[in-house]
DNA sequence: TGCGTTGTTTCACC
DNA sequence: CGGTGAAACAACGC
């Protein structure tokens, strides 16, 4: 399920292995996923070289000379894997296709052939996610029509008062708070439940509910969570299991399993109708003070 | 086989 | 106008 950490990874593998090689051949074998593009046709990078790769919330943009710009949401179960010439791979994303498998996968519907012979592969399971090309002047507008907040880590990351001000208003759960991207952009489902975990706060607390102190211990929570997850490459959940590496994740895909703080159960709920995985033990609600009766 | 799965958009409503 | 909650949508595997 990518998300901020995973779309970075990409972000990241992109600049490094494509950046100034040139597009020999694409090959699009499900048109579809261009539905909302404006170019439709990807051929139009043939003979364009990578300039550079971006990332605001989980969207990666893909600038090449030619002022053209490929947009790409991964949603649900998007996967890059760049295939060397020697068969070097680097994989972020989904965990399917299986990373040491054969490529082209059978969802695997969009190639990039570059002029040193690497490939870019990018496979969709579920083929929720959307690739969208066009002009470079219009990648801005593009990203700006999302409303997206303060990114939850890295340069200009939300602050404690951002967060804590974007709360007030709200009295929905603070997990649905901040899978809000107009309030911090990047966090997603597992990233939500492991920063909950991290700061104690029980995932159905009403947003407007949490005093400054624990907004801020959140706020370095969420950073925390994202950060974690770039380390390790993004985190491996396959189907609703997690495959946790240094205690990460620590609640996500963990249900039934001990908590590794208390040595409680983790359990699952829903909130805001998402799979939520926390430890009751370590993250109490905090109830509002009951009005007990006085005389 | 129907349900679960996600990020995002849309809509009705207050 | 803005917040809320629900529904819709994309499609697949178990």
Redesign the pocket.
Known sequence: ?P?LPEVETARRIIERELTGRRVVAVDLRLP?LFRDSEIRDPGMLIGQTVVCARRR???LAIDFDGELSLLV?F??AGQLAVIRPDGARSIAGHPVPKPDGPYPHK?THFDLRFDDGTIAHFSD????GWYRLMPASQVQPAID??KFGPEGTGRDAITSTQLFAALQ????PIK?AI?D?TIVAGV??IYADEALFQARIHPQQP?NSLSRALVSRLRDAIEWALDMGIAQGGAKII??RAYPQNDFPAVHGREGEPCIRCGGTVRKI?V????TYFCPACQRLRKPKTNVTTV
């Open positions: 399920m998300e579809k919330a989980k969207v949401h949603k649900l969802s399971i579920r083929q929720f029509a999302f208003r709200r009295s929905i649905q899978l991207q997603g489902n947003a189907h609703q829903t805001a109708t998402r799979g």
